[in-house]
Each structure stands twice: as C-alpha cells, then as structure tokens.
C-alpha cells in the first residue's frame, strides 16, 4: 500500500484508465481528487467514469471508492456519511458522491433530493457532458437544445433536441443546499479551489463541471479545454458560486464571442448550419443573452422562459 | 424478559439488542410499525444508531449499501411494491457481498393494489443471492432476526427475515425477549472481512466482463450453498444459548407414518399444525414439513425429511403465473432421478384470504383420496369467477 505522503503527490485518480483522448470527465474528476486529497471516499454513480476506470482487475483509483448503481450515488454515499458518524469514525473523512448529467439530472433525481433535503455532509459533483455518453450518445435531461444525439437526431422534422437543459444547480440551491457552484476545465485553479471551498462547509453541497465530451460532441480530442472556454465565453455556461441562497460570484467573459464559435467545431450542432438551423440558432442565441444578465444577488430561476 | 408484544415491536426490540450502526427505511404496510418502533428508540435514547428516515425503497436499500460498505452493521425493513422498488438495489448488496439484514413484512403485489398478506413478494426474488428465512410466529421473528446478522456477517450474504404481513406483525403474542447480555454474548460486533476505508483504499463495484463475471457469481452461489450448513448451525448454537430452536433449514411435525405431508412457509404453518392435530384424530395420517429457509433452497433436508412420502400437498401463497406456486416446483427439484412423492400445488391465502382449518383438513383429504399431482386453487369464491358480482 502507498504511504498517505505519497498518495498526497500522486494523481488519485491514475493515468493509464481506458477513457477517450481529451476526455473533459477524466480531466475534471482527477481535479476534483487533486483539490480534495486523499482522506476521501468516494461513490461513483454507474457511467463512462466508472468503466474506463475500474475495468477489472484494474483500478485507476487512489482512494477508496465504491460504484454501486446509475442512480444511487447520492444514497450510497449518505448511508456512508450516517454511519462513519454513528460508528465514531467520520472525523477526517470526506465524501464524495459523483455522476454524469444523466445519473444526476434524470434517473438519479430522487436520492440527490434526499441526500440535500436530510442536509448530509457530501459534496455531489456532477460531470456534465450533456448526454447519455457511455451508450453511444442519447439525449439526457441535460442536453442542450439543437443537439444531435443518437435519440435526438435532426431530420424531416427535427432540428435536434427541443428541450433546454434542466437547470440542475438552481435545483440544488431550492433544496437550501448551502453550497452550488458550476465550473469547467479550461478553469483548472477555480475548480479545485470550489472542491476545497465546498468541502469546508459542512451540509451538502453541489458542483456542476461541464466536461465536453470528443466522441459524443464530435469535435477533434485537442479541443477539449478551449471548446470548455468557448462554452463559458458564449455564455453558454455560465460559472458562478451560489452561497446560502445567495450567488456570490458570476465569472463574466472578458469579451463575450457569438455563440457560432462554441457550435461550429462540433458536429452535434452542425445541421444547425444547414437551412433551416436559423430558428434553433436563435433561440440558443436567446439563452446565452439571458445566461449573461445572471449577476450577483439573491439566487433566482434564470434563463429564458420555457418554450410555446 | 417475557411481555405481550405485537410482532412489530417484538421484532424492533431484537433488531434494538442487536446493535446496528445504521437503520433507514421507508414506510410501507404492513412494515410500518417495526420502523415507528425502531424511531421511538431513538427519540428516546434506547437505540444508538444512525437513522435515516430515506425517500424511497430504493434510497433505503441503497442508504443501507452505504452504511455496511463503510463496515457499519446495517438494518432496513420493507414490504410487497417496497421490496419491488428495491430490486435493483437488492442484487447489487448480495453481489457486493454485503451483510445487510432487513424484515420483510409479507404482502401483495398490485395489480390490484391489496395491502394484506401473501408471499409473493419476496419469492418473487428468490435468485438474488439473499438468503430468505420465513417464520411462523413472533418468537421466531425474534430469534431469527438475532440469528440473522450472525449468519450474514459470518458468509458476507445477506439475510431477509421473512414475516407474514398483519399475521404476525400486527399480531400481540407473548414473547421472550432475551437479555442484551445474552444477545451481545450471541452475536459478536460486526468484523467486517472489508470495508471502505482512507487509511487502506481499494475499489469496489468494478466493471466485470466475460473474462471474470461467471467466477463471481460461482463463488456467491457456492457461499449460498455453504450457508445451508451455517444457517443450521446458528439456530443450534441458538438453542443451545436461548433454549429455543424453529427448525434450521427446515422443521418435522408428525412425519411419523404420513400418508399426506402438507408443506408450507411462514405463519400458515401454526394453523396446519392444528389442522394435523385433528385430523389425527380423526384417523387420517397428516404430516407436516415446514420449509424455514427458502434460500438457500434446503434439497437434501427436504429429500431427507420426505423419505417413504408418497403424497405431498404444498401449500402457499404465491404463484408463479403460468405455473404453479414457487416451492411447489422446487420441492420437485429434491427428487431429480429419484422417486418422486407426487407433490401438488395447493395456492391459496393469496391477498389475504383467510386460509381456515377446515380448509387445510379438507386439502389433506382431498390428497388421501386422490394422489394424483395437480394445481389448484383453493377457496375461490365461484360467484365472483362467474362475473355475479359487480
């Protein structure tokens, strides 16, 4: 076993895992350990993070960590939290429970509301790369409208997914979550510094990392972090830190770039640009220019109203 | 300590001396009063444990994954639409080979809703690697859930307690309800074989593919096997400490030159004992054979027990749609090559009906004067079959 110096050096989450080239997830989650050190467990919800690192008998995994089921990270990682308490053994001993937008957003909803509602000690990191990716890309409750994905395809009468993206950290901050903040990994220092900050405070907390996906988006691997800064600098992603039902901090672009720039390199968007593409264009146009009105203040549901 | 207690807060109170580090469940009838009980406690300060009232079955049974992988001992109850919420959950805990324990309380399955007793519920997940025990009366609910966490944590499987819903939980019956002295000597505190742990880390719930999954679930099936031997030996060490033994795998009752063997699981077993009773009696041969442990499934103590039977009746309150009732075909499986007994499958009691003496009676003769195998339903209301009614 590796002495816990050592293992304060090393990534705890290993190279030599069979995840894409410039895959976003497996960068975010190595920052996510990186900032949290190596007193930590871990409960992986099922999904791309959890086969490409612990295809047995391999682990790239440092910590202790434990995946379970889709849906049930949350839970999984409150009935630790309960029990290291009742037993005397919680002092020192972090926990994280982490999921794709899928596992969060859709069919893990129920025990994320449980696990913020009985105010467990748990930071829930969710690794947003807008898609069911580990089965071939199909359309989540995350994915961005005018998406292509292999359930949401364009055609005679699609433009792609018609939905918005369910606004997963306003979610959390409705739960009283005393600590929301979103964040990506063209910003490795303001993500690790939101793991450590969160995982000061005691209660739930919730941090939402866009993690842009190669083989799902479609875009070449080398792209990664700069289409994660496009996201943020179209205002497609807005970052920001909410506190006690407050937001505390809005990252504003410097300069804001139409968001064409962030849609053209991936191929999920590219009917966009055929005729026709207008309309949807337009109303993702909308959400960036609503994205960035949000300001610091009391937090409110923001971004466009639903659709007619 | 013997009290007149309902079986609920008969089995709160073992679960209470057993010392579990984490209880969570979601209420559901008839399961609810074990978890009211079990939150009196800890109001009051009787029971120290983490407790976490979840949001769903689902979240229970994933809140208790939680608590034992962290090396905690760890307790949920549940019932019927419950149990089913759970199913995901449950064949992940046996295959992570986690020793949870949890109550079933027996009920229905909708469609049509029906909150009252039958056992469909939990036969219906007989092959996810849980060991299923079922008792007949509040006493063995008692003792069984003692024996329960011993057994569990010695093969790192499992144990669901199975209990008729109402029957027995809603029952008052006197119980004896051991000293925590004697239950502490009995069950020792939780030694976990691994756990999660930052000191030592190492993953758990790996992606397992051709290469290696088999193996897994070849050990987990040759460990059930296994346990056949240890459930056994728990209930004898357990009389051995308490004076009290249900049966292991299975229980006898006047097998002595039995021209019928009625077969069963649970709380029906009491009626069928007085329904043997009389008609001894009345001259007819009747036997019983009580099956205790479902899963691990008991062939050779039932093959044992049923040497020289030529008819058996087994009657239970499940059914395989399409089939016949579950124990019914399993109790087959015991005389694969053999010479069979002719084993009929009596369903009844399903929802609650009442199952009555004289119907138990009436099976046994039905069976002595015609061995020959066959389903049937019993107690049937003919009017509503033939659509009079409503």
Same mark, same amino acid.
């Given at each position: 076993m590796m002495s816990e110096e050592t293992r304060k050096v090393i990534n705890l989450l290993e190279p030599g895992h069979t995840g894409c080239a410039g895959c976003g997830q497996a960068i975010a989650a190595r920052l996510v350990l990186k900032a949290a050190g190596p007193r930590v467990i871990v409960a992986n919800a099922t999904g791309c993070l959890e086969v490409y690192t612990t295809t047995y008998p391999r682990s790239s995994w440092e910590v202790p960590w434990i995946h379970s089921l889709f849906e049930n990270a949350a839970a999984v990682a409150a009935g630790m939290e309960v029990t290291l308490k009742a037993m005397g053994r919680y002092e020192g001993i972090k926990i994280i429970a982490q999921a794709g937008d899928g596992g969060t957003a859709d069919i893990g909803m129920g025990c994320i509301s449980g696990m913020f509602e009985r105010g467990h000690d748990i930071l829930y990191v969710c690794y947003d790369n807008e898609g069911y990716m580990n089965t071939g890309y199909q359309r989540s409750g995350l994915t961005p409208p005018g998406a292509r994905t292999t359930t949401s395809p364009p055609g005679r009468f699609s433009y792609g997914n018609r939905t918005r993206k369910k606004n997963m950290p306003m979610i959390a901050v409705a739960h009283g979550v005393p600590y929301v903040a979103t964040a990506t990994v063209s910003e490795p220092r303001d993500l690790m510094r939101k793991v450590q900050k969160a995982l000061e405070i005691q209660g739930p907390k919730y941090l939402h990392i866009l993690v842009p996906c190669v083989p799902g988006w479609g875009?070449?691997? =080398?792209l990664t972090v700069e289409l994660a800064r496009l996201a943020v600098e179209t205002n497609l992603f807005p970052i920001f830190e909410v506190e006690n039902g407050v937001i505390t901090k809005v990252k504003k672009p410097k300069e804001t770039r139409p968001v064409e720039d962030y849609l053209r390199p991936q191929r999920r968007f590219a009917h966009l640009f055929q005729p026709g593409g207008e309309k949807v264009l337009e109303e993702i146009r909308r959400i960036a220019e609503e994205n960035s009105r949000l300001e610091p203040g009391p937090a409110r549901l923001f971004g466009p109203s639903l659709p007619e | 300590m013997r009290a007149i207690l309902e079986g609920s807060k008969a089995v709160a109170e073992a679960v209470r001396m057993c010392r579990p580090n984490l209880v969570c469940a979601y209420p559901i009838t008839p399961q609810t009063h074990i978890v009211e009980e079990l939150s009196h406690m800890v109001a009051d300060g009787r029971l120290e444990a983490g407790f976490v009232l979840a949001e769903s079955e689902f979240g229970a049974a994933s809140i208790v994954l939680g608590g034992s992988v962290v090396g905690g001992r760890a307790y949920t109850a549940t019932s019927s639409q419950g149990l089913l919420l759970m199913v995901e959950v449950i064949f992940n805990i046996a295959g992570l080979r986690l020793p949870v324990v949890m109550t079933c309380a027996n009920r229905a399955v909708s469609a049509p809703i029906n909150i009252w007793n039958d056992q469909q519920d939990a036969v219906s997940i007989r092959d996810s690697g849980w060991i299923q025990l079922y008792v007949e009366d509040n006493q063995e609910a008692v003792d069984t859930h003692i024996q329960a966490f011993r057994i569990a944590e010695e093969l790192m499987i499992p144990v669901m307690v199975c209990m008729d819903g109402y029957v027995l939980t809603h029952t008052m019956e006197p119980v004896d309800i051991p000293e925590q002295e004697e239950v502490d000597r009995f069950l020792p505190p939780y030694r976990p074989k691994y756990r999660l742990d930052p000191d030592d880390p190492f993953t758990m719930g790996a992606m397992v593919g051709p290469d290696a999954y088999m193996e897994t679930r070849y050990h987990v099936h040759m460990d059930m096997m296994e346990a056949r031997s240890v459930i056994q030996r728990v209930a004898d060490d357990y009389a051995q400490a308490f004076g009290r033994h249900h049966g292991g795998l299975v229980e006898t009752y $006047?097998? =002595?030159?039995? $021209?019928v063997v009625l077969v069963s699981m649970g709380s029906l077993l009491g009626t069928m004992r007085e329904a043997v009773d009389e008609l001894r009696k009345e001259g007819l041969k009747v036997g019983i054979l009580k099956? @205790?442990?479902? @899963?691990?499934?008991?062939k050779e103590a039932i093959h044992d027990a049923l040497q020289g039977i030529e008819v058996v009746g087994v009657i239970e309150k499940d059914i395989s749609l399409g089939l016949e009732g579950t124990l019914c075909s399993e109790m087959r499986a015991a005389f694969c090559g053999e010479e069979s007994p002719n084993i009929s499958s009596f369903i009844m009691g399903l929802g609650g009906r009442d199952i009555t003496v004289e119907e138990i009676k009436q099976v046994a003769r039905d069976l002595a004067s015609n061995p020959a195998c066959r389903v049937e339903f019993r107690g049937l209301k003919e009017e509503l079959l033939r659509g009079d009614e409503g």
């Open positions: 875009y070449e691997s =080398e | $006047d097998l =002595e030159g039995a $021209d099956v @205790r442990c479902f @899963r691990p499934f008991p």
